[in-house]
């Protein structure tokens, strides 16, 4: 599944693929297209068994498209601006989106139901799940046009740890001289990686002490 940006008098259009069917590869044909005509897709993953899509959109609004027939099957709008990433949670019960309104939020995969919130001051660009412990890092900072004129200091170009229980933040890591564009933990959660529009990429191993932390809420 991928979907095209919407610009030049194109639409943007999610197109789906069974790469069981040759023929569809090579002509460049799925078996499904679904146009998007309000509001362009800018995030998309999988949701549990590949039975549906869920696709972010640049209005702030959550899609659940069906694999099978493409309906729109789940929509639920708790961001105020674009959707920048969508990230499941290792056993693909949650998904973690990151939005321009400057918050990172959590939802159940298959009810689309809000449960928790995490509250930055710039754009959040990326959010990611550790697959072994309740926390969450956000990447972001401000945009990037305005980074030439902005400090590091100033642009909160760190990378920010936050509880999932409580929701507060625990943490930061800095290192990036410009805004994180995405952040992902390793399988094994024992480090996270980060790409920057510095043009780095920051594979960070966490320290033993961390595997001992136990959050006082």
């Given at each position: 599944m991928f979907s095209t940006d919407k610009q030049m008098g194109y639409q943007c259009l999610v197109s789906f693929f069974d790469l069981r069917d040759p023929t569809q590869i090579e002509s460049s044909e799925p078996y499904m297209k679904i146009p998007c005509n309000e509001s362009k897709i800018t995030s998309a993953v999988w949701g549990p068994l590949g039975e549906f899509i869920i696709a972010g959109h640049e209005n702030g609004e959550l899609n659940q498209f069906s694999a099978k027939s493409g309906e729109v099957l789940l929509n639920v709008k708790e961001h105020t601006k674009q959707i920048?990433?969508?990230?499941?949670?290792?056993?693909?019960?949650?998904?973690?989106?990151?939005?321009?309104?400057?918050?990172?939020?959590?939802?159940?995969?298959?009810?689309?139901?809000?449960?928790?919130?995490?509250?930055?001051?710039?754009?959040?660009?990326?959010?990611?799940?550790?697959?072994?412990?309740?926390?969450?890092?956000?990447?972001?900072?401000?945009?990037?046009?305005?980074?030439?004129?902005?400090?590091?200091?100033i642009g909160k170009f760190e990378a920010r740890f936050f509880h999932l229980g409580v929701e507060e933040e625990f943490g930061r890591i800095k290192g990036h001289f410009g805004p994180i564009n995405s952040v992902a933990f390793h399988p094994d959660g024992k480090s996270y990686s980060s790409g920057g529009e510095d043009g780095y990429v920051r594979i960070h191993n966490f320290d033993p002490q961390y595997f001992e932390f136990e959050f006082e809420a």
């Open positions: 920048n990433d969508i990230q499941t949670s290792k056993d693909m019960t949650m998904f973690i989106t990151a939005s321009k309104d400057n918050t990172a939020k959590l939802f159940d995969s298959t009810t689309f139901e809000h449960q928790k919130s995490f509250r930055t001051e710039r754009p959040v660009n990326s959010a990611a799940l550790s697959p072994i412990f309740d926390h969450v890092v956000l990447g972001g900072g401000q945009e990037a046009m305005d980074v030439t004129t902005t400090s590091t200091r």
